[in-house]
């Protein structure tokens, strides 16, 4: 019966640690992913101001309806 | 003409007769259960990559017992326990299926070939959607994986066998494969055997639990597709190449599981067609028919005799249903957290059997709505199940089996 309840106690310590790291992997994932996206905009946003427009304006350009 | 005599002319008959009554029942049982896997997995009942093989192995191993000495019998198919270096060379000289075994099954090898294989025909890209969401289900999933351990103690099994059969809640088969390999090695023929017997009948048997506790207009709640972003290869390497960095850094012990996996996803994200037909065909189909093949042939008629099977056939069951209610659990949270706009059956998709079960959820979801598309959603969350599935085995074997410092 100790032996069972030293099991419960395992159980117990690795799901949470195991919750613990699969959580924080799903955040660092997360903010890879918005990082990776500020970095775009930024560069789409320098790359638009070299070109002498805004983002915006380049992001929004009408497109050929032909 | 030297005399004959006809058991001596046919000793797998031979054999059978002269061997205790109960090894030569369970020879019988095994043949008959071989030609059924092959019956069923040709018919698509159960998964034909695996069955089909493992029948034949089965049906053939257990046929073709022979004399190999005046007293000894035995198969010329593989000595599982042959050991030293001696033994080794005279079996693989033997034993036609002994290399395969001893340089690709004993070692773990077979199971991150199968990874390779998985990595290079996965989408990481789904579980970039929502990935916070996908692993509260991913973690809920993982309920079989927990509560069996325990279980398993409590009926009488050491803790590295216990961990091994409740590693089959991951239904994760390589995981499984490995784990048990790690853990219980004396074991790890009827918990691989019992982990894809019953990972075969996940299609069958999860759709009824889904019908069961989640009421159909649930089961009809249609995901935003807008909210799905496109997200680059490059994207998808950075995240694979620091995931997988940062995973084998923490269990090494899993590290060849990990690193297996992520080869194959940034492969296929960096476009090396080449490489990606490789991983994704030859290797995965001619690992997963060896696989199967061998697993057959280890089903020896001492294997069923081993008292300890009915317990692992029992626990096996208990892990997967534990496990598939725990996903809907999760389904559930996550429906609740997101103000009731996430389609609770992508839960199911939680237990790591990828894509099957993330089949089952879309099925499904589309029986319920026609219009139901959760499929993005639900290979999110199965990808989700590999990464905490392989985190689980690589906490328990760090902690079972690894010497401390």
Not at chain 2, 108 to 133: E, H, K, N, T
Not at chain 2, 302 to 329: C, E, Q, R, W, Y
Request: charged fraction near 10%.
């Amino acid at each position: 019966m100790e032996s069972f309840w030293g099991a419960v106690k395992l159980m117990l310590f690795v799901y949470a640690l195991a919750a613990a790291i699969s959580l924080i992997t799903a955040w660092m994932i997360k903010y890879i992913f918005v990082v990776i996206r500020m970095q775009k905009s930024h560069a789409e946003a320098s790359k638009s101001a070299k070109a002498g427009t805004s983002p915006t304006q380049g992001g929004a350009a009408p497109k050929s309806t032909a | 003409m030297p005399e004959i005599h006809f058991l001596h002319l046919f000793q797998g008959i031979a054999t059978m007769v002269a061997s205790d009554p109960l090894i030569a029942a369970a020879r019988v049982l095994l043949i008959a259960l071989g030609i059924a896997f092959v019956y069923l997995g040709a018919k698509g009942t159960l998964e034909p990559l695996i069955m089909i093989p493992m029948g034949i192995g089965m049906a053939s191993v257990n046929a073709g017992v022979l004399y190999l000495s005046a007293k000894n019998m035995g198969t010329i198919f593989i000595d599982p326990i042959a050991s030293g270096p001696d033994k080794l060379f005279d079996v693989l000289q033997i034993n036609f299926l002994q290399p395969i075994y001893t340089f690709t099954f004993s070692n773990g090898l077979i199971a991150c070939l199968v990874f390779m294989g998985i990595g290079a025909i996965s989408d990481i890209g789904y579980m970039l959607i929502a990935p916070v969401r996908c692993m509260i289900i991913a973690i809920t999933a993982e309920l079989g994986t927990m509560l069996t351990f325990p279980i398993a103690v409590g009926l009488g099994l050491h803790y590295n066998e216990a961990a091994a059969i409740a590693v089959v809640g991951t239904a994760d088969a390589p995981m499984v494969l490995y784990a048990s390999l790690l853990l219980a090695r004396d074991l790890f023929v009827p918990i691989t055997i019992v982990a894809y017997l019953y990972l075969s009948l996940t299609y069958g048997g999860y759709p009824y639990l889904v019908r069961l506790l989640i009421p159909k207009e649930l089961r009809g709640i249609k995901m935003d597709q807008k909210t799905i972003p496109n997200i680059s290869a490059g994207e998808k390497i950075t995240f694979s190449i620091i995931t997988g960095t940062v995973l084998c850094l923490l269990f090494p012990v899993a590290a060849p599981l990990f690193m297996s996996f992520f080869v194959g996803v940034i492969v296929r994200e960096a476009g090396v067609k080449q490489y990606v037909d490789f991983l994704g065909g030859t290797v995965l189909y001619g690992s997963t028919f060896f696989l199967g093949l061998l697993l057959g042939v280890l089903f020896e008629a001492d294997t069923i005799l081993n008292p300890k099977v009915i317990l692992l056939l029992f626990l096996g069951m208990l892990a997967l249903l534990l496990s598939g209610i725990g996903g809907i659990i999760g389904g559930y949270i996550v429906y609740w957290i997101s103000g009731r706009t996430f389609n609770p059956v992508i839960g199911i998709a939680g237990v790591s059997c990828v894509p099957t079960t993330a089949k089952v959820a879309q099925k499904e979801a589309h029986a319920a709505n026609k219009f139901a598309m959760i499929l993005p959603w639900a290979m999110g969350a199965c990808v989700s199940g590999v990464i905490s599935s392989a985190i689980i085995v690589g906490i328990y074997v760090t902690l079972l089996q690894v010497p401390s410092p």
